[in-house]
Nanobody, 121 residues
Framework: QVHLVECGGGLVQAGGSLRLSCAAS????????MSWYRQAPGKQRELAAA???????NYADSVEGRFTISRDNAKNTVYLQMNSLKPEDTAVYYC???????????????WGQGTQVTVSS
């Protein structure tokens, strides 16, 4: 089993910045895609940003230009640098990873426990 632990959430004023990190541990052969999802109060969980093992990124329109996702494959860690934060960015942010334990078996989805990001106006 893979364990994903998010760090870096907190309270920040509008216009400020936060950096989230998510470290994966356990039996890991490779992690294809690592992603950050977020869920605001009263809304469904949505994809904020994703990055492949090769560094290809994908962002939600609402965060593109303000957020940057990156990863350190040697550390099995993904980061989300969040700049110019807005109150509407307030949400619980969840780390997601497509994990392979062996070259010969398919991957599975792992989720972190979530970290709260609150942006005050």
């Amino acid at each position: 089993q893979v364990h994903l632990v998010e760090c870096g959430g907190g309270l920040v004023q509008a216009g400020g910045s936060l950096r989230l990190s998510c470290a994966a541990s356990g039996t890991i052969f490779s992690i294809n895609t690592m992603s950050w999802y977020r869920q605001a109060p009263g809304k469904q969980r949505e994809l904020a940003a994703a990055i492949t093992i090769g560094g290809i990124t994908n962002y939600a329109d609402s965060v593109e230009g303000r957020f940057t996702i990156s990863r350190d494959n040697a550390k099995n860690t993904v980061y989300l640098q969040m700049n110019s934060l807005k109150p509407e960015d307030t949400a619980v942010y969840y780390c997601n990873a497509n994990v392979r334990e062996s070259y010969y078996i398919s991957d599975y989805v792992g989720w972190g426990q979530g970290t709260q990001v609150t942006v005050s106006s």
